[in-house]
Every structure is written in C-alpha cells, then in structure tokens.
C-alpha cells in the first residue's frame, strides 16, 4: 500500500528527492506525512501535506526540506536539501496521523556522510 523511494547515499550538503506512491485508500482525502526513523531511535514525523497542499514541517528540517504530493498520482515528495549526517536513517510515507492498525511500508534507507 506504501512504497518509498529514492533513498540512497549523499554527502553532507547534499541533496535526495524521495518518492512514495501510496494506494487510493490511503491516500485519498489524506494528509499525507513522511517519517524518519534513525538508527536505534523510534520513527519520528518530519514533514506533513493536506490535500490541497499545505505543508508544514518539524523544526530541525524547516528551510532544507520540501514535501509535495500529486493527487493525480497518488505520491507525495520529500524533496532533501543541504543534508546532514543526523538525517542518517529510513524513511517512511503514510497518512498524517498515522492510527495504531495503520500498516507501513518498507521505507528507504537515506545515509548522510559527513
């Protein structure tokens, strides 16, 4: 239902654009969110997109991150800008809140080397 990617390894600096296409049912009139999960460390919320395509964004990515979405497509953006070693780790798409029986897909892996 949730597919990432775009993942992969940058220098610190650097950039990575992610892509998620999720399914109609969960994405349809969904505030769609991304989600870092860094090594050892529970999945945090980054960034979030309502449907009609305001964004809004958790303060450590503010200015270097920008989420988008394409409602004719299903698939919501991380656009990755000026990266740092911190934002090491996978990264996932759902819904913007997620519930406790939402299912998540596999994230792609982002490593950031300084």
């Known amino acids: 239902q949730l597919q990432a990617s775009g993942g992969g390894l940058a220098q610190a600096g650097g950039s990575l654009r992610l892509s998620c296409v999720a399914s109609g049912s969960v994405f349809s009139g969904s505030t769609m969110g991304w989600y870092h999960q860094a090594p050892e460390n529970q999945r945090l919320w980054v960034a979030g997109v309502t449907v009609d395509g305001t964004s809004y964004y958790e303060d450590s990515v503010k200015g270097r991150f920008t989420i988008s979405r394409d409602n004719t497509k299903n698939s919501v953006y991380l656009e990755m800008n000026s990266l740092k070693p911190e934002d090491t780790g996978v990264y996932y798409c759902?819904?913007?809140?997620?519930?406790?029986?939402?299912?998540w897909g596999q994230g792609t892996q982002v490593t950031v080397s300084s």
């Open positions: 759902n819904r913007d809140p997620t519930n406790d029986d939402d299912e």
